[in-house]
């Protein structure tokens, strides 16, 4: 049956005629291969751990952010233990530090970027996701992405010379006239300070908030829109009920993601914040951020506790942001996961 | 030319669902065999598993003996050296992308390492020549993309392709389930004239296609082989009930 | 509701309902021009400002002592262009590499690992990603340099250029691959050469976009290329960048370096517009024509 001598035992198929039969040794002498026959084992082997090398990397250097805080700041953490993160005095000459001052600043600027910016960013996301005419939705998703591509130095160039001079003219003393009794908006109006670092870190995280936004307005199913339109609903109840609803998970985890932006944010903080370490109930006084202390001081850090109190900070700063862009990232996850995703391989 | 293959207790698995079950075949040099059976049947698998293919989906395996010619594909072999004797046309015209009409002919010489430009040059040609293309492209072969052009002229740069490297077998997964009746026919009479010096092997669902092109016809079934025969045999008087139920229309 | 002809009562939306929905429109019509406001005043700024003080001397010399009227920031430049060099070559292949692992290889735990530690890294404030390169570098050469400045911008690029990179070979089709391996193409033949190739409109997209974010980063330099008031091309001295010359500028006293600061930032802003815009076209493009 088979036309090799090597002895194929019972193979299934037709008996072939004379005419066929092909032998293989005619084959092969007319089929000279064009290419050498060697194998790509070694080859691809190689470049699968050359690939895997450079994917490694990545966990290297942040292990490798991790090792050099932790071993940087374990002066500060044996001088000052859990109290570090509670003291409220940072003073280099008799070498007392404390990081509240701080966090406070770090906080406060960032929940007042975040009171500023999400209404305006939700707003921006609903109104090109949904309201838009399709012409100019383009144009303003790409205006507004590149609110995010100017450099943190320029903001706070911008601020220095518009943003501070205007609120130290004009907003400033009319809030304290009308607010001062909160306790919030008193005393002298700098402009430098608390307030101007969270209208410019507002002006920061807007885009990112509002990509996220409409990134989970769109994956929103177009059913949900319709079956609240069948009811007989306005456009304004349609996104209320049918599509902030659902894109709510997403939406607060663009918040965050926001947030972890403000939080690590340091250059255009830096420039407006005022650089002050006091804890000051009013928006209107100087404070200053755990990133912009780190900015300031740690090339002029003298005595190895203060530059080690200045990278606990740093470690501080990098754990929390971590934190938070792990909750944001699951958050959007929950919504984003229905659309369909890539597959390969 | 083409050389025979010889596929003895050959089991393919996709995770732990067995798509193939010990099929047993001698397929004959210089001739066109046709696979044929119901959708979800085996015979996509069966044809990969020919060049080594099917082991690139995560997951999937394959044991057996397969001999192409005097080579033992699945004993110490690489797979690239494989593939380089098998040539393969898939289901949808794949042309690389960004590659121009005479890079993707040239391909599988190129990225092995074959530097000599004059009979690159000759064997581009004459691939395209060999692919019933060469009249239509000759002059947009450095200018337009592989993509450019239309879906049969695609799919006849791919059987061109796979033809430069000079392989001993061509499998064609359905070539030409995805073009109009005018490209199949090209397609159709491409076969004719290749398997005077190759060995070819074709997918199909279409019976009427198998029984034009082909001197033997083998029907899958549910991963098994039910019946390998003469096409004429298969068509008119086949053995087994199975085998004329789905050539009669009552299954698939 | 499934029959028309048995409406509930509600013919008519109210007129409250519509004036809300009225509202509801103004308003997010009217947060669209507030978030405008500040990104036209920052250009309007930045072309006002910038170009009045934008001046051949600017472009040609380094800066000048204090009090004395002239000087550029030439040097600053210049060393921008080092240190963005630097990064850009450590940077984009480790970047892409770790993108061909995860997209190609990175199905099992090791590759979802890797893709959590890119994000990780993608969020970690640039500041700390400074005292990291001086840590690293400055405290082991014992003085400040270029490299340094340029390994922590590096590490900034990396997650961006990994996470583009997988996305776009992803979206490479699988018969595409396929086609090249039924040709006896070895697979890291077929991962460059035509995986790659396919991609490569959208893999230099997230490198541009990359570039983009780390050419204004400002943080992770202080410490680390440190500035100078000279030329430096050696990658071991301190080195000047446009953005740390803005900064320092800008917190200055004098009008004359504020004004150098204004056209300082005109420069860095028309790079990246540029950079940006460039990619966007490309991009544009580059889906219709590069993959499919």
Redesign the interface.
């Known amino acids: ?4 001598a090597w002895g ?7 008996e ?1 005629l004379p005419h ?3 032998s ?1 040794r ?3 002498g ?2 000279a ?9 070694w ?2 082997g ?3 751990a ?10 290297l ?2 292990a ?2 991790v090792y ?2 932790m071993s ?1 700041g374990e002066l500060a953490w044996h001088a000052f233990g859990w109290k570090f993160f509670v003291r409220r005095d940072w003073d280099p000459v008799n070498n007392q530090f404390g990081a509240l001052p701080f966090i406070y600043g770090t906080i406060v600027s960032s929940l007042l970027a975040l009171i500023i910016s999400v ?6 996301a ?3 996701t949904e ?1 838009s005419p399709i012409w100019l939705r383009g144009a ?1 998703a ?3 992405e ?2 995010a ?10 601020a ?3 943003l501070v001079p205007l609120l130290r003219q004009y907003l400033e003393p009319l809030m304290g006239r009308y607010l001062s009794w909160t306790g919030l908006f008193a005393g002298t109006p700098y402009g430098i300070g608390m307030l101007a670092a969270g209208v410019i870190l507002a ?1 920061m995280i ?1 885009p990112i908030i ?1 990509a996220i936004a409409r990134e989970v307005m769109t994956a929103v199913p177009q059913q949900q829109r319709e079956g609240v339109l ?3 609903a ?4 349609m ?1 209320r009920m049918g599509v902030l609803r659902n894109a709510r998970a997403g939406i607060v985890g663009g918040i965050i993601l926001g947030l ?1 932006r403000a ?5 255009a903080v830096t ?1 407006v914040i005022g650089n002050r370490a006091e804890i000051t109930k009013s928006l209107f006084a100087p404070g200053y951020t755990m ?1 912009s202390v ?2 300031n001081e ?2 002029e850090a003298t005595g190895d506790l203060y530059l080690s109190s ?2 606990e900070i ?1 470690l501080a ?2 754990l929390v ?2 934190v ?3 909750l944001a ?1 699951f958050l959007v996850w929950t919504v984003t996961r229905g659309t369909p995703r ?4 | 030319m083409g050389v025979a293959i010889e596929v003895e207790h050959l089991n393919a698995w996709f995770g732990s669902t067995q798509a193939l079950k010990d099929i047993s075949m001698h397929i004959a040099a210089n001739h066109a065999t046709a696979i044929i059976g119901p959708s979800g049947c085996g015979k996509s698998t069966y044809v990969r598993c020919l060049n080594r293919m099917h082991e690139t989906v995560p997951g999937a395996r394959a044991e057996g003996r397969v001999r192409i010619g005097d080579l033992n594909i699945y004993n110490g072999t690489s797979a690239t050296q494989v593939r380089r004797r098998v040539g393969m046309v898939f289901q949808k015209p794949n042309p690389f992308p960004t590659y121009s009409i005479y890079d993707n002919v040239a391909a599988g010489l190129k990225l092995n390492g074959f530097r000599d430009r004059r009979r690159l040059d000759e064997i581009v040609e004459r691939s395209l020549r060999q692919a019933a293309l060469w009249d239509e492209v000759r002059d947009d072969l450095r200018k337009k993309s592989g993509s450019s052009l239309s879906g049969g002229q695609q799919q006849r740069l791919c059987i061109a392709r796979a033809l430069a490297v000079q392989p001993q077998v061509l499998l064609m997964d359905e070539p030409a389930s995805a073009l109009d009746p005018i490209s199949t026919g090209k397609i159709e009479e491409l076969i004719f004239q290749l398997k005077e010096n190759y060995t070819i092997v074709i997918v199909t669902h279409n019976m009427q296609q198998a029984s034009r092109v082909a001197e033997f016809t083998g029907f899958f079934l549910l991963g098994e082989l039910i019946e390998f025969d003469r096409t004429e045999k298969i068509f008119t008087n086949p053995a087994d009930k199975r085998t004329e139920d789905y050539i009669t229309g009552r299954f698939g | 509701m499934s029959d028309p002809t048995v409406r509930p009562a509600m013919p008519t939306v109210s007129l409250l309902r519509r004036m809300i929905d009225g509202l509801a429109t103004a308003v997010a019509a009217g947060s669209v021009l507030l978030v405008l406001l500040p990104l036209i005043a920052i250009f309007g700024y930045l072309v006002y400002k910038g170009f009045g003080a934008l001046n051949w001397t600017f472009l040609t010399q380094t800066p000048k002592p204090v009090g004395e009227a002239g000087g550029g920031m030439a040097n600053a430049i210049g060393g921008s262009m080092l240190i963005l060099g630097i990064a850009s070559i450590l940077g984009v292949p480790l970047g892409i590499g770790a993108g061909i692992y995860l997209a190609e290889y990175g199905r099992g735990h090791f590759g979802d690992l890797i893709r959590f530690t890119a994000d990780v890294l993608n969020g970690v404030p640039s500041i700390v990603i400074g005292i990291v390169g001086y840590s690293i570098i400055v405290l082991t050469q014992k003085h400040f340099s270029a490299l340094a400045g340029g390994v922590a911008l590096a590490i900034m690029m990396v997650p961006t250029i990994t996470r583009a990179t997988e996305e776009m070979l992803l979206l490479v089709p699988i018969q595409v691959r396929e086609a090249a391996y039924g040709l006896g193409v070895a697979r890291w033949r077929t991962t460059i050469s035509i995986t790659l190739r396919t991609a490569t409109s959208g893999v230099i997209t997230g490198v541009m976009l990359a570039f983009a974010r780390i050419a204004g980063e400002t943080a992770p330099l202080l410490f680390t290329a440190f500035g100078n008031q000279y030329w430096n091309w050696r990658i071991n001295q301190p080195t000047a960048a446009l953005p740390l010359q803005i900064f320092t500028y800008a917190i200055s006293p004098f009008d004359e370096w504020h004004r150098q600061a204004w056209a300082g930032a005109l420069i860095l802003i028309v790079l990246i517009v540029v950079a940006v815009t460039a990619v966007r076209i490309a991009a544009a493009r580059g889906m219709v024509k590069g993959v499919i």
């Open positions: 049956m088979a036309n090799r194929a035992p019972q193979l299934s198929g037709p072939l066929e039969r092909v293989d005619a084959a092969r007319q089929s291969l064009l290419i050498p026959e060697k194998s790509s084992r080859a691809d190689a470049f699968h050359a690939m895997w090398a450079c994917a490694g990397a990545i966990l250097v942040v490798l952010i050099e805080l940087n209404p305006l960013a939700i707003g921006v609903v109104f090109i309201m303003l790409f205006t507004t590149l609110l591509a100017i450099p943190s130095v320029i903001y706070g160039l911008w220095i010379f518009v002006i807007i509002s069948a009811l007989g306005t456009r304004w109840e996104i972890g939080l690590g944010e340091t250059m420039m990133a780190i900015a740690f090339s200045l990278v740093g700063l990098f942001t971590i938070v862009n792990v990232q890539r597959t390969n391989v």
